[in-house]
């Protein structure tokens, strides 16, 4: 296949281009570094199946030569309004990236009668009454509250992607992605893996963001990402999560880093900076994704957390 990726400077984007490209898949990554980093692509530069474009896929966007797939992962990712990246400090840009970046992405796979891959979120689901959280829940959203720039641009990207697969007949596919960690997450990005081992490593104490009671589920991005790629080469329009059903309160996730990390500093409780319509719970219900894809997680939280630690470590050229 020749696929087209955007938001490939990204963690999760180049960290899908390498598995395509392992397939013997021809890659055309586009990015416009907003969040993402030329690094995250640099072992891939003089491989003759990948190619780049620095690109905003808020602008119109066209692509020489037929396209067999376009997976859309263009858009800022983090909540948390400390890091630069945070998409509350873009809330412009995250939108246009959801909205017209998706209807420019679905241009592409029609024109080119292309398979059409969305990154979609958990975030669809707000803050959820209903838990875990299973497709058929339609969400529970403030669409004007803080993280409505993000959850309301997928709920919109998500509505137009169906709306091309119902009225174009464009074989479409919605993945609905829950907390992913892993190599090539920035270091800055403000999410809780990167800030915690960041952390942890200065010996630091972690900042738990309100109690720590709040729930998250953690997926390694190896299966992620194997996920998404049978949803892929599936022929599944209608959403399917793919995530990590193993349930996590921040405290205990807190406990894990910094044991894995020998960091006697413990953890501090910064109770205001815990954001309006920040989830309780979120967990996954991943019947589908067996069912359909036949997939679930094989890492376990441990050993994805030390495989991160270990590229925190170089990264911040810490022995
Ligand atoms: P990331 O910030 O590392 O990657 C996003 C990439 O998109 C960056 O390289 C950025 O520069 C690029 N980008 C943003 N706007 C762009 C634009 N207008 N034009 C071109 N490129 C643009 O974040 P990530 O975690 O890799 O997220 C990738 C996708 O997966 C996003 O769509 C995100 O919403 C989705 N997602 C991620 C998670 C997760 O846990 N990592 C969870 C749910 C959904
Ligand atoms: N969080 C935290 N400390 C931090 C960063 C985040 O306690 O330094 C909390 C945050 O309030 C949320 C959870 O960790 O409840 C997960 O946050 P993240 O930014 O990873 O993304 P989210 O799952 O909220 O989209």
């Known amino acids: 296949m020749r696929v087209l990726i955007t938001g490939a400077a990204g963690f999760l984007g180049s960290n899908l281009c390498d598995l395509l490209l392992a397939e013997g898949h021809e890659v055309i990554g586009m990015d416009n ?17 990948f190619s780049f474009f620095r690109h905003d896929v808020s602008k119109y966007i066209f692509v020489a030569g037929k396209l067999d797939a376009v997976m859309h992962f263009a858009s800022p990712a983090s909540p948390n309004p400390n890091s630069p990246f945070g998409y ?28 059409y891959l969305l990154a979609s979120t958990s975030e669809v689901y707000g803050d959820p009454l209903e838990h875990p959280q299973t497709e058929s829940y339609w969400g529970h959203v403030n669409p004007i509250g803080e993280r409505s720039v993000y959850d309301e641009a997928k709920r919109f990207a998500e509505a137009l992607t169906m709306a091309y697969h119902r009225f174009h007949d464009v074989n479409t596919g919605i993945v609905r992605i829950f907390n992913t960690y892993g190599p090539r997450m920035h270091v800055d990005d403000g999410r809780v893996v990167p800030n915690f081992i960041k952390q942890a490593l200065k ?22 990402i194997n996920g998404i790629y049978k949803l892929l080469i599936s022929d599944e329009h209608m ?4 995530g990590n059903p193993v349930e996590t309160s921040i405290n205990e996730f ?6 894995l990390t020998n960091n006697p500093e413990g953890t501090v409780y910064e109770k205001e900076q815990r954001g309006e319509g920040d989830p309780q719970r979120r967990r996954p219900d991943i019947t589908r994704a067996k069912d359909i894809l036949n997939w679930s997680p094989n890492v376990s939280l441990d050993d994805g957390i030390m495989n991160t630690i270990n ?8 022995q």
């Open 239 to 242: 959403p399917v999560n793919i």
């Open 254 to 259: 807190a406990d894990v880093i910094n044991a």
């Open 203 to 224: 010996k630091e104490a972690l900042t738990i963001y309100g109690d720590g009671e709040q729930t998250r589920s953690f997926c390694y991005v190896d299966d992620l």
């Open 88 to 115: 509350t400090n873009l809330p412009i840009q995250t939108m246009k990236a959801g909205a017209l970046g998706t209807h420019n992405t679905l241009g592409v796979a029609l024109a080119n009668k292309a398979r």
């Open 33 to 49: 570094f907003i969040t993402g980093k030329k690094e995250n692509l640099a072992h891939l530069m003089g491989n003759e199946r």
């Open 311 to 318: 590229y925190f470590k170089s990264e911040l050229g810490i």
